[in-house]
């Protein structure tokens, strides 16, 4: 079963002040991805990784950073956070053959930005 | 335009019974993979099945099964003997197989209610 752990799992910010969370998973797949939830929209992607080194936008990358210094770890980070970036954050990891797999979540990280 | 549409907001079944949810999917691509995602109160988000485009036959995992219309683009999700842990929200999700974007499209969800 693969693990992704994230962190923090709840963080209050203030506005303008920098966040990152932190995603961390163990089972060695190359791909890795962060999504946002919010009501009414269910899962919107923001950044991915193909593997260690590379970051790619998703559908709504505006105001957030992403970084994978290696293959367990992929970092999303809000330089200037605003209160619109208050939601509930999923990293998901997971990889692709010809029988397509599936995404494996973490547990979520809630942030709330005031 | 959204790739994966969920119609049904929420749905609420008595304990025992049986349920669909529905889901509609729009792609180009002639490979891909549907899957159903259930997230629980707690908020976490679990794997329940997937559909491979170029299987005819219906996936089934225990008390889920797979209503797969090609020419429908349609994807419903059946559970069969509800239970009141069933009760969460449900994520119907594509991936195209032909594009190196690997993106999961997902739903925006149904809300499934089991009333004992």
């Known amino acids: 079963e693969a693990a992704v752990t994230q962190s923090p799992r709840n963080k209050v910010a203030v506005t303008g002040g920098k966040v990152t969370l932190s995603c961390n998973q163990t089972n060695n797949h190359n791909n890795m991805y962060w999504y946002r939830q919010d009501t009414g929209h269910g899962l919107r992607l923001i950044h991915y990784?193909?593997?260690?080194?590379?970051?790619e936008k998703g559908d709504i990358p505006d105001g957030y950073k992403a970084s994978r210094p290696s293959q367990e770890n992929f970092s999303l980070i809000l330089e200037l956070a605003t209160p619109s970036q208050t939601s509930v954050y999923f990293c998901?990891?997971?990889?692709?053959?010809?029988?397509?797999?599936?995404?494996?979540f973490g547990e979520g990280s809630r942030l709330i930005v005031v | 335009a959204q790739k994966v549409t969920q119609t049904q907001t929420s749905i609420s079944v008595m304990e025992k019974t049986t349920v669909t949810m529905d889901c509609v999917y729009e792609t180009q691509d002639s490979s891909y993979f549907l899957f159903w995602y259930k997230q629980t109160a707690s908020g976490e988000i679990v794997f329940l099945i997937r559909q491979d485009s170029y299987k005819k036959e219906n996936a089934t995992v225990g008390h889920y099964s797979l209503n797969f219309q090609k020419p429908k683009s349609s994807i419903g999700l059946i559970i069969t003997a509800t239970q009141i842990e069933d009760s969460a929200v449900y994520f119907c999700?594509?991936?195209?197989?032909?594009?190196?974007?690997?993106?999961?499209?997902f739903g925006k969800g149904t809300s499934l209610t089991v009333i004992p």
């Open positions: 990784s193909y593997g260690a080194g590379s970051t």
């Open positions: 999700a594509m991936r195209e197989g032909n594009t190196g974007y690997q993106n999961f499209y």
């Open positions: 998901a990891s997971g990889d692709w053959d010809s029988s397509g797999n599936t995404l494996y």
